[in-house]
């Protein structure tokens, strides 16, 4: 399961380190392409998407060291992904909302198969001593 829980975690993190890149490195007119036209979202705005899905693909990288930089990684994931269903959902889209939704189910099964990860971030949060 240790193996799995790998294999998936790399996966995941370049799946939102390619998204995210591809979205820094593309052009203005790239994006309104793309995004845009489709979608009715400023440009401004899928540029910083792309930095936070970048970013997110990073740290879950550093996650292999470190379960709160993990779970943090794919708190953000899941915020961004659950964002890119409801604005496929509100632009009438819901064809393009799919792929998403199973990015969503694979970075939830994520986040089950850390779930260790989480007990132990509550057990030594802000208000607790590590020694309890």
């Known amino acids: 399961m240790k193996w799995i ?3 998936l975690q ?4 370049l799946d939102f380190l390619f998204a995210g890149a591809s979205k820094i490195f593309s052009s203005a007119d790239q994006i309104r392409e793309l995004f845009t036209d489709k979608l009715g ?24 060291r470190s379960r709160k ?6 708190t953000v994931m899941i915020v961004i992904l659950i964002g890119a269903i ?3 959902l509100a ?9 998403p939704f199973a990015i969503l189910i694979v970075v939830a099964f994520l986040l089950y198969l850390k779930r260790d990860a989480l007990k132990s ?5 802000p208000n607790r001593s ?3």
């Open 69 to 74: 930089a993990a779970v943090a990684s794919i």
């Open 10 to 13: 790399g996966l995941v993190a």
């Open 130 to 132: 590590a020694s309890k």
């Open 86 to 88: 409801v604005t496929n």
């Open 5 to 7: 829980k790998r294999i």
């Open 121 to 125: 971030i509550r057990m030594t949060g």
């Open 41 to 64: 979202t400023p440009v401004a705005l899928l540029y910083i998407v792309g930095v936070f899905e970048a970013l997110a693909g990073l740290v879950l990288i550093a996650g292999y």
């Open 91 to 99: 632009a009438g889209l819901a064809g393009d909302a799919m792929v």
